[in-house]
């Protein structure tokens, strides 16, 4: 005789618990922000774009742009919700102590976990902003490799391709990140 019966409450709970396994996500926990929760909007991915505009508008002499928390954590967001299956939803960014510090949920699999990536950023010889990622965090193993992948395409793209230094020509003198800002002075290629 075998110890499952269709109909039984034990054979009943197995396949319960399978189905649910199978329809969700098993979350693993991991990083979690700061408790600060940083707000996106429309208008802060906007305003980064505009800022980088305003930088090239005036042509000569040094620039001086600023990019605040919620402008990355906006254009971030953005760029993930226009994807059908995100590699990170809810980013968080975090500018502190002269590095980016990026927070999130990503799924591998049935897996869900709280991610952690902390980027140092440092101007090349070139002018350009290059991205070093000195943390990569899923759950309690390090993050998958698309991941960091997307993140720094994304944030090269906020600093030096569609929006940033590349295509308004700045070449980037200096870069200084600090209480929720980063500062980025250059000059006109």
Same mark, same amino acid.
């Given at each position: 005789?075998?110890?499952?019966?269709?109909? +039984?409450?034990?054979?009943?709970?197995?396949?319960?618990?399978?189905?649910?396994?199978?329809?969700?996500?098993?979350?693993? /926990?991991?990083? @979690?922000?700061?408790?600060?929760?940083?707000?996106?909007?429309?208008?802060?991915? +906007?305003?980064?774009?505009?800022?980088?505009?305003? !930088?090239?508008? #005036?042509?000569?002499?040094?620039?001086?742009?600023?990019? $605040? @928390?919620?402008?990355?954590? *906006?254009?971030? *967001? @953005?760029?993930? @919700? +226009?994807?059908?299956?995100?590699?990170?939803?809810?980013?968080?960014?975090?500018?502190?102590?002269?590095?980016?510090?990026?927070?999130?949920?990503?799924?591998?699999?049935? =897996?869900?976990?709280?991610?952690? #990536?902390? &980027?140092?950023?440092?101007?090349?010889?070139?002018?350009?902003?290059? =991205?070093?990622?000195? $943390?990569?965090?899923?759950?309690?193993?390090? %993050?998958?490799?698309?991941? $960091?992948?997307?993140?720094?395409? #994304?944030?090269?793209? %906020? =600093?030096?391709?569609?929006?940033?230094?590349?295509?308004? /020509?700045?070449? &980037?003198? +200096?870069? !200084?990140?600090?209480?929720?800002?980063?500062?980025?002075?250059?000059?006109?290629?």
């Amino acid at each position: 005789m075998h110890p499952f019966k269709v109909g +039984s409450g034990p054979f009943l709970l197995a396949v319960s618990l399978v189905a649910a396994g199978v329809a969700c996500q098993i979350n693993v /926990g991991g990083p @979690e922000p700061p408790a600060d929760i940083i707000e996106a909007s429309t208008a802060s991915a +906007s305003e980064l774009a505009n800022n980088w505009e305003s !930088a090239l508008s #005036l042509g000569t002499g040094e620039v001086v742009l600023v990019i $605040t @928390e919620q402008q990355l954590t *906006s254009f971030l *967001s @953005e760029r993930f @919700e +226009s994807d059908e299956e995100p590699i990170l939803r809810h980013p968080q960014v975090f500018l502190r102590n002269g590095e980016i510090r990026i927070y999130g949920t990503a799924s591998a699999g049935v =897996f869900e976990a709280g991610a952690l #990536l902390t &980027i140092q950023p440092t101007v090349g010889s070139g002018g350009d902003v290059e =991205f070093e990622i000195t $943390t990569a965090e899923f759950g309690p193993v390090p %993050a998958p490799n698309p991941l $960091t992948a997307v993140l720094s395409e #994304l944030l090269t793209e %906020a =600093f030096t391709g569609t929006l940033g230094s590349m295509a308004t /020509g700045i070449r &980037i003198t +200096s870069l !200084a990140i600090a209480d929720g800002q980063v500062a980025i002075v250059g000059s006109p290629r």
